[in-house]
């Protein structure tokens, strides 16, 4: 069984930093795209940024600028290094991975947990 763990979620000021990993783990066979979403409260969960596995990137407008994504596909990673950060950024962030567990095998989506990230002075 697959399960992607993110870690990283804090409390910071305003105009700090904080990275943010997701890894992936158990039986998989590809991963191509990988993503980080987020939700605050009362509000729709959203996109922040995806990568494909070749380095393809994609960021919501919001976080242009501020936020990168990264991956390491060697070990099924991804990371999302968000600086500048606001109070508007405070959400749970989850981690996205768009993968195959075995050769012709369909895709699937697999979701992590989420990571709380808060941003107050």
């Known amino acids: 069984q697959v399960q992607l763990v993110e870690s990283g979620g804090d409390l910071v000021q305003p105009g700090g930093s904080l990275r943010l990993s997701c890894a992936a783990s158990g039986t998989i066979f590809s991963i191509a795209t990988m993503g980080w979403y987020r939700q605050a409260p009362r509000k729709q969960r959203e996109l922040v940024a995806t990568?494909?596995?070749?380095?393809?990137?994609n960021y919501a407008d919001s976080v242009q600028g501020r936020f990168i994504i990264s991956r390491d596909n060697a070990k099924n990673t991804v990371f999302l290094q968000m600086n500048s950060l606001k109070p508007e950024d405070t959400a749970i962030y989850y981690c996205?991975?768009?993968?195959?567990?075995?050769?012709?095998?369909?895709?699937?989506?697999?979701w992590g947990q989420g990571t709380q990230v808060t941003v107050s002075s």
């Open positions: 996205k991975a768009d993968l195959r567990v075995g050769f012709g095998i369909p895709p699937t989506s697999i």
């Open positions: 990568i494909t596995s070749g380095g393809s990137t």
